[in-house]
T-cell receptor, first 113, second 115 residues
Framework: AQSVTQLGSHVSVSEGALVLLRCNYS??????LFWYVQYPNQGLQLLLK??????LVKGINGFEAEFKKSETSFHLTKPSAHMSDAAEYFC???????????FGKGTSLLVTP | NAGVTQTPKFQVLKTGQSMTLQCAQD?????MSWYRQDPGMGLRLIHY???????DQGEVPNGYNVSRSTTEDFPLRLLSAAPSQTSVYFC??????????????FGPGTRLTVL
């Protein structure tokens, strides 16, 4: 079964610092991978997705992620954190039983002044 | 387009009560699904549908029923609510083909408390 593991349930960075949120996947077939963001009391919003077209994927709000097959990773990065980036971030992989997504447990990003 | 809409936003039930969470989408998406979100657990799939008249179980289906009589609507029914069903419920939809394959669009959620 397809699954993802997010390393670190809480990450804290200073404003202006690099953001790195880690996600490793397990998949028996080439995966479709996603990063979603959830702001407080809101639904999930797609940040970016990997569908095998390019290994470096650029998303909204300055985020990007790189698919590394050798490391089974799909880490999310942003060069300079803003206060508005504080949110919960979810990595997900499309399940092989259909169109459902298997989510990681989430990483809460705190940005400090 | 309104996207994916969910009602109600908040609901408090007593143990044993029943209710239906509503979900609608206006994007003509074939695929719709329900997730529940619990602290430290991420989102877990309850039920899904790949088209009108077709539904199937996800990871945590017990205690929930669904039906899909139209493309637009996918209600989730709790027949006899239990405290373990206290959660935030999200509905999502997506196309099942084309360039946007598997990009799921989420509703704003329903926060349910069962006393």
């Amino acid at each position: 079964a397809q699954s993802v593991t997010q390393l670190g349930s809480h990450v804290s960075v200073s404003e202006g610092a690099l953001v790195l949120l880690r996600c490793n996947y397990s998949s028996s077939v080439p995966p479709y991978l996603f990063w979603y963001v959830q702001y407080p009391n809101q639904g999930l919003q797609l940040l970016l997705k990997y569908t095998s077209a390019a290994t470096l994927v650029k998303g909204i709000n300055g985020f990007e992620a790189e698919f590394k097959k050798s490391e089974t990773s799909f880490h999310l990065t942003k060069p300079s954190a803003h206060m508005s980036d504080a949110a919960e971030y979810f990595c997900a992989v499309r399940s092989n039983s259909g169109y459902a997504l298997n989510f990681g447990k989430g990483t809460s990003l705190l940005v400090t002044p | 387009n309104a996207g994916v809409t969910q009602t109600p936003k908040f609901q408090v039930l007593k143990t044993g009560q029943s209710m239906t969470l509503q979900c609608a989408q206006d994007m003509n998406h074939e695929y719709m699904s329900w997730y529940r979100q619990d602290p430290g657990m991420g989102l877990r799939l309850i039920h899904y549908s790949v088209g009108a008249g077709i539904t199937d179980q996800g990871e945590v289906p017990n205690g929930y029923n669904v039906s899909r009589s139209t493309t637009e609507d996918f209600p989730l029914r709790l027949l006899s609510a239990a405290p373990s069903q206290t959660s935030v419920y999200f509905c999502a939809s997506s196309r099942t083909s084309g360039a946007v394959l598997a990009t799921q669009y989420f509703g704003p959620g329903t926060r349910l408390t069962v006393l």
